[in-house]
């Protein structure tokens, strides 16, 4: 049996949460639950200068639509409260002065004009680029001499001068690090704030978090939290260093830009924007588990709790997984047309209201938007494209900026005008406006006067809808309604007779 596992995601409100970290914490998330354990939300504001002050909201209200939960975190308390660093600073204080006290650590006095000179030397000389340790090496008069001074200082770890430092990857086996090529870190910065090695390492011993799930970008800080661990005396967590996700392509890491789609269109690359662009969280969810990690070699679509059932960390790819932008929409769209009618309307009310400027309490109870519904959910792979769809149905007229595209194919101009003549006669005596009758009676009509189908409802859908591309024409006919369907076909026919008086 798998032990009940605590798990966290720890994101810095200095940016947006990427596709990316979202990925991180979703696997995150999966492994607690699989395990029956718990999931922490951790905010990492440490850095200050980069603070981006909406960045925290949309980072919570992201992942929430993503439909991830959290056991313990900033805005639902726990027993290891507070969930924010900013508010943790005494014991990264404590934990520093720990440190130095037992010799894992000492005060760094350097100024960044003696850090540049440093650099500067190094590189004229060819040297390796990096801290040489000089405060490491004061004597007790030469510190004392230094605080008299006042200057300001930091707190570095004293790394090991020799042999190996390993550790267990979940995904990736054993990992091993010479410390020859680790520098002496900064721990606590001259504002007392901790940098990101000294508060993660304080902060997942004190939440008693058992797996470090991160990404790989990640690794090679790791072997400064086990040399932290050790000094502390503390067990290691495991660790899981995610794979990268690639760019569609597959050459380079995604950046933050918004991604094309192989038909032109964009895909957001932040996760709070996603909801924008009409994507459904379920299938974001679905999506982003399949980037590096697989159900098996078949399955494409699956559900939440079907995920957390099969997660497995060790069955991460360790390689780089491509961006594969085709499958988001492709997935979207699976997930639009499994939901019921009444689910689908509900979700699109939004985006209509949006797109349309149509209040959302008439989209609710708009009877006409319901009888194109099913039509719509068969054509559409984001929610933002329902509107081009019925917009048709929210104008009081139908523009026709260009007559001729009433005319049907392999038809004149004045063919068509006794066409749309027959057509407006033919519906002004229908009693019964439903689907089954207008098909039936359109039909006859194209039968007896000796044309083709097309003939005459090509400009029935035109004068209608001003498009060419719509849903079948009888649910549109329907949901206008007879009046409303006749005025627009007479104000097209109209149009047609004084393009043809002119020419």
């Given at each position: 049996m798998t032990q009940p596992a605590r798990t966290r995601f720890a994101p810095s409100p200095t940016g947006y949460l990427h596709i990316g970290g979202a990925r991180t914490a979703l696997f995150a998330w999966l492994?607690?639950?699989?395990?029956?354990?718990?999931?922490?939300?951790?905010?990492?504001?440490?850095?200050?200068?980069?603070?981006?002050?909406?960045?925290?909201?949309?980072?919570?209200?992201?992942?929430?639509w993503l439909g991830l939960d959290w056991d313990e975190g900033p805005d639902v308390g726990g027993p290891?409260?507070?969930?924010?660093?900013?508010?943790?600073?005494?014991?990264?204080?404590?934990?520093?002065?720990?440190?130095?006290?037992?010799?894992?650590?000492?005060r760094c006095y350097c100024t960044p004009e003696e850090l540049a000179d440093m650099r500067a030397e190094q590189q004229a000389k060819k040297q390796k680029v990096g801290y040489d340790r000089r405060c490491?090496?004061?004597?007790?008069?030469?510190?004392?001499?230094?605080?008299?001074?006042?200057?300001?200082?930091?707190?570095?770890?004293a790394v090991p001068l020799?042999?190996?430092?390993?550790?267990?990857?979940?995904?990736?086996g054993r990992v091993t690090f010479d410390v020859r090529e680790l520098q002496d870190a900064v721990l606590l910065k001259a504002d007392g704030y901790p940098t990101y090695h000294l508060a993660v390492v304080v902060d997942d011993h004190d939440m008693e978090i058992t797996h470090v799930i991160r990404g790989e970008e990640w690794i090679s800080s790791a072997p400064l939290h086990v040399l932290l661990y050790q000094a502390f005396g503390w067990d290691l967590p495991a660790f899981a260093h995610t794979p990268s996700i690639l760019k569609p392509s597959g050459k380079g890491k995604l950046s933050k830009r918004d991604l094309?789609?192989?038909?032109?269109?964009?895909?957001?690359?932040?996760?709070?924007e996603y909801p924008d662009y009409g994507y459904l969280p379920e299938a974001v969810f679905n999506f982003?588990?399949?980037?590096?990690?697989?159900?098996?070699?078949?399955?494409?679509?699956?559900?939440?709790?079907?995920?957390?059932?099969?997660?497995d960390l060790k069955a991460i790819n360790p390689a780089p997984a491509r961006f594969p932008v085709e499958k988001l929409d492709w997935m979207n769209g699976v997930y639009i047309r499994n939901l019921s009618l009444e689910e689908l309307h509900r979700r699109l009310i939004p985006y209509l209201s949006r797109d349309l400027g149509v209040p959302e309490e008439e989209l609710a109870r708009d009877e006409r938007l319901k009888i194109l519904l099913p039509h719509v959910q068969e054509r559409i792979k984001r929610l933002t494209e329902a509107a081009q769809w019925v917009d048709y149905l929210y104008v009081d007229e139908v523009r026709l900026d260009d007559p001729l595209s009433l005319v049907p194919r392999k038809t004149t101009p004045q063919e068509t005008l006794p066409i749309l003549d027959a057509i407006i006669e033919t519906l002004e005596s229908v009693d019964v406006w439903d689907e089954e009758t207008l098909e039936t009676i359109l039909r006859e009509l194209a039968t007896t006067r000796g044309l083709k189908v097309g003939q005459v409802l090509a400009p029935i859908r035109q004068a209608l809808t001003g498009k060419k591309?719509?849903?079948?024409?009888?649910?549109?006919?329907?949901?206008?309604?007879?009046?409303?369907?006749?005025?627009r076909l007479r104000s097209a026919r109209n149009t047609l007779q004084a393009y043809l008086d002119e020419a």
């Open positions: 492994y607690a639950r699989h395990t029956g354990g718990q999931f922490i939300l951790r905010i990492e504001d440490t850095d200050r200068k980069r603070y981006v002050p909406d960045a925290l909201d949309k980072i919570i209200s992201g992942l929430r290891h409260a507070p969930y924010i660093q900013s508010q943790r600073l005494p014991m990264y204080q404590e934990a520093a002065d720990w440190l130095i006290e037992h010799g894992h650590a000492y490491r090496w004061l004597t007790p008069e030469e510190r004392a001499a230094k605080e008299a001074e006042g200057r300001a200082w930091v707190v570095r770890l020799e042999g190996e430092v390993a550790f267990e990857d979940e995904i990736r094309k789609t192989p038909e032109g269109g964009s895909v957001p690359i932040m996760l709070h982003l588990s399949g980037i590096g990690w697989s159900l098996d070699d078949r399955t494409e679509i699956y559900d939440r709790e079907t995920a957390i059932k099969h997660f591309a719509t849903p079948p024409l009888f649910p549109i006919l329907v949901a206008l309604g007879k009046e409303t369907s006749l005025e």
